[in-house]
């Protein structure tokens, strides 16, 4: 429990009784709320198919147990991680590529706008035709995803840094490469990082929706296999762990992003 000590009047307002700040407490008073819902809802009925949250915990308990849920994880993870780290390393270079270089970004922002809109659970079905439905597929589903979204937030980051920072750098007599590295790059970084973040959350989406249309393994299977024979729980306790899993991850991002490049968003800093 971190110490108030030090902190202005302002900053102790923010601070809870139990040391937590008073977003944290709303969002677990939200995220409670939330589930409260939920046993509600299970316990009405709303649906047959809709169990309730206890159930849904219980189930999700005894899939970890029996080692389901970990060996779905495990074939999940893989094609997400290669996928995350080929488009994190492509797209970054060619979103800054984009916005140091005119022609890139005429020749580029065009195709990458339009995957980003584009219904990409329709274009699955493709994907089998090309890369069959081994780990290849999986793979170009997650990058379909999360290449757009981390080439274009690179390309604004670095066609909206700071004039005044290049322009001091000039008038130092700065190079061109002392430029880019030295100012440019550094103060994309945070909507860079941002843009990765977005990335592996789309890459989320991008894994489970490979595994539901194209090809029944990891998380994906361990859904449709429960919603076929009528075990709901199980199916929702499958839902909530990719939700949650995605949830931490992404967070976990966002605290590491608040930490190296964005410091001034630190709570009583």
């Known amino acids: 429990m971190e110490s108030t000590i030090g902190l202005s009047g302002a900053?102790?307002?923010?601070?809870?009784?139990?040391?937590?700040s008073r977003v944290t407490v709303y969002r677990i008073v939200s995220i409670l709320f939330l589930f409260g819902l939920w046993e509600i809802g299970g316990l009405v009925p709303i649906s047959v198919a809709f169990p309730t949250f206890s159930d849904t915990m219980i189930a999700m308990f005894e899939m970890i147990m029996d080692g389901r849920m970990i060996l779905a994880y495990a074939d999940t993870i893989k094609p997400l991680l290669i996928g995350v780290a080929i488009s994190a390393g492509f797209g970054v270079t060619l979103g800054v590529a984009m916005g140091l270089n005119r022609r890139f970004q005429w020749f580029w922002e065009p195709i990458f706008v339009v995957l980003q809109a584009a219904p990409?659970?329709?274009l699955i079905p493709l994907i089998t035709y090309i890369y069959g439905i081994g780990l290849a597929a999986k793979i170009v589903a997650v990058i379909m995803l999360a290449l757009p979204i981390i080439v274009l937030n690179a390309y604004k980051a670095v066609r909206n840094a700071s004039t005044s920072l290049v322009q001091m750098c000039h008038s130092f007599q700065g190079t061109r490469l002392q430029q880019i590295w030295k100012v440019i790059i550094p103060n994309a970084s945070p909507v860079i990082f941002a843009g990765l973040r977005l990335g592996v959350a789309a890459g989320f989406i991008g894994?489970?929706?490979?595994?539901?249309?194209i090809t029944p393994t990891g998380i994906g299977d361990l859904i449709t296999y429960h919603r076929s024979v009528a075990e709901y729980a199980e199916m929702y306790a499958a839902v909530f762990s990719v939700i949650a899993f995605s949830a931490v991850t992404v967070g976990l991002l966002e605290r590491a992003e608040t930490r190296f490049f964005r410091p001034e968003k630190k709570v009583g800093r």
């Open 11 to 20: 900053d102790r307002s923010e601070v809870s009784a139990f040391g937590l």
């Open 120 to 122: 990409v659970a329709a």
């Open 207 to 213: 894994v489970i929706l490979a595994e539901l249309l």
